[in-house]
C-alpha cells in the first residue's frame, strides 16, 4: 500500500504538515469534518510550526525528524522540541492509522502473529480498547512490534514508542482534542468507532513486513 506523507516525515527541516490522506470529512459521521479541521490544520500544523522555530540556530537544523526525536527523547534540555517533533509524527502516522473505507481484518503472518501474542483476534482488539479507555489524561495507546512480538502500549503526552526502539503499526489518539467535538466526554464511544468502523490494519500489516 501507498502511505501517504512518507516524504515530508523523512525529509530533514523546514518539516513541512504531511498531507491528510483523505479529506477531512471522509471519517464521518464517526468522525466530524469539524474535528479533523481543527485536529489537522490547527493542532497538526502548530506543532510543525513550533518546531521549526525551535530547531533554528540549534545543532538540529539539518536533522531529520525521526532523528530529533530519538535525540531529545528524555533529555530536559530539549522538551519543548521533543514534544512538538513526536506531535508531528504522532498525529501523521495517527491520521494513516483510519481509514475511510472501512476495515479490512488482518491475515497471513500478521494475523498468525496477532494470534500468538493476543490468543485471538477479538482480544488484541479487546485490550486495545482497555487501554485506550484506561489511559488517564492525554496521550496514545499503540500496537508495536518489539523485537519479534507484539505488544499494545500506551503512551502519555507526545511520548511515543519510535524513541523506545519499538516499531509502531497502529496508534489511537486518546487526547481529548482528537474527539471532544464529536463524543464529549464519552471516550469509549469514539474508541469503539474507531476499532468497529476505522482502524487500518492494512497500515499496521504494511508496519509489520517493514516498507
Ligand atoms: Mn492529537
Redesign the pocket.
Given at each position: 500500500m501507498e502511505i501517504k506523507g512518507l516524504r515530508q516525515i523523512r525529509s530533514s527541516s523546514p518539516f513541512e504538515l504531511p498531507p491528510l490522506p483523505y479529506a477531512k470529512a471522509a471519517l464521518e459521521p464517526y468522525i466530524s469534518e469539524k474535528t479533523i479541521s481543527f485536529?489537522y490544520e490547527k493542532?497538526?500544523q502548530k506543532y510543525v510550526t513550533t518546531a521549526n522555530e525551535l530547531i533554528k540556530g540549534t545543532q538540529f537544523e539539518k536533522a531529520s525528524l525521526e532523528q530529533i526525536i530519538k535525540a531529545t527523547a528524555g533529555n530536559a534540555e530539549f522538551v519543548k522540541l521533543f514534544n512538538n517533533a513526536a506531535?508531528i509524527w504522532?498525529?501523521w502516522f495517527?491520521w494513516n492509522s483510519l481509514d475511510p473505507r472501512g476495515i479490512k481484518k488482518p491475515q497471513g503472518e500478521f494475523l498468525d502473529a496477532i494470534n500468538s501474542t493476543f490468543g485471538s483476534f477479538d482480544q488484541c482488539v479487546k485490550t486495545f480498547s482497555n487501554e485506550a479507555i484506561a489511559l488517564f489524561g492525554s496521550g496514545y495507546v499503540w500496537l508495536v512490534k518489539d523485537g519479534a512480538k507484539l505488544k499494545i502500549t500506551k503512551s502519555t503526552n507526545a511520548n511515543t514508542p519510535l524513541a523506545q526502539n519499538q516499531t509502531p503499526l497502529l496508534t489511537i489518539?486518546v487526547?481529548e482534542?482528537?474527539y471532544y467535538l464529536d463524543y464529549q466526554n464519552r471516550r469509549p464511544d469514539y474508541v469503539a468507532a474507531f476499532l468497529d468502523n476505522l482502524i487500518n490494519w492494512e497500515f499496521a500489516e504494511a508496519n509489520f513486513r517493514g516498507y
Open positions: 485536529h493542532h497538526h506531535q504522532n498525529h495517527y489518539d487526547w482534542h482528537a
